[in-house]
């Protein structure tokens, strides 16, 4: 009888002492082999946002959601679960190099966000425009990104790698403007709608251009007069040797189209800075003048 008590109480501290192993080991970032923490390298991330200039301004609130997805050498690991607003903590073998992307507000009500899977490569992984009921593509949202590269290590142990990612704001900016397109065109603006042309619907995960030819079609306003505004809108960037075309149509025809300005530049949007463009039509031909500025620098009059 005694015999059998102890042998109770024996698997008693024997189950007890492996549900507090199994709890510790429940407790480790996912990633490693958590019945073997030998080899399992643990990387402490802190997220820092710059604008196209370098300064840092993470403390602004532009940034609101940061998503991180995690390849090695055969593709698409995992995404890492979120952490704080700007810390992340989680952990994989030694041993591998591995590349972090980092996107800063993926939105869903303008980008079609993937659900990868297990080895796509990041030249595949693609971030793709959202549309309109029309087929027009909706703007970006206010795109930042980051892409780190983590080499293989070789200690041993519970070790711990620290690195910081920067986010850089990857969208670009555009307004455009126009004068006198009622004069120009004799009748009214009221079923005209801007269409600005890209190169690509798609980001990639190397942040290149991908996918078929874009077309944002923002929202445009009407002053008095029969002219058009439309307010700075987020698009993907232009490549260093692609362009823009802006055109407007009434009622399903296409009135006018540059995709230069009046003298013979190509209509560029390099990544965090805002292309202004005024289309003036009070001469016969239309007058094209463009800048590009900073952020949230817009030097057309938007009075409307």
Known sequence: MKSEKGKRIKAHVAASAFLVCLACLCALPTGCVREDVDGCLQYSLSVKVVDADGNDITSSGTVTSVDLYLFDADGFVRLIPKGTSTDYVFAEEEGSALTL??????????????????????????????????????????????????????????SENTSTIVLKRLASGVSIRTSSLERHFGTSADTCRIVVRGAGNALNFLAKIAGEESG?????????????YAAPFCIFPTQEDGSLTIEL?????????????DEGNPLQAPAGKTLSVNIDFANAKAKITVSVTNWQQIDQDTEM
């Open 249 to 261: 149509y009434r009622s399903g025809k296409k009135l006018f189209s540059t995709s230069t300005d």
């Open 216 to 228: 944002y079609e923002p929202v445009v306003k009407r002053d008095a007069g029969g002219d058009l």
């Open 101 to 158: 992307v980092a996107w800063g507000n993926l939105k869903a009500d303008s980008l079609n966000i993937p659900q990868l899977a297990v080895g796509t490569s990041l030249e595949d992984a693609q971030i793709v425009l959202l549309k309109h009921t029309n087929g027009g593509d909706r703007p970006s949202s206010d795109l930042f990104y980051s892409k780190l590269e983590l080499g293989p290590t070789t200690r041993a142990g519970m």
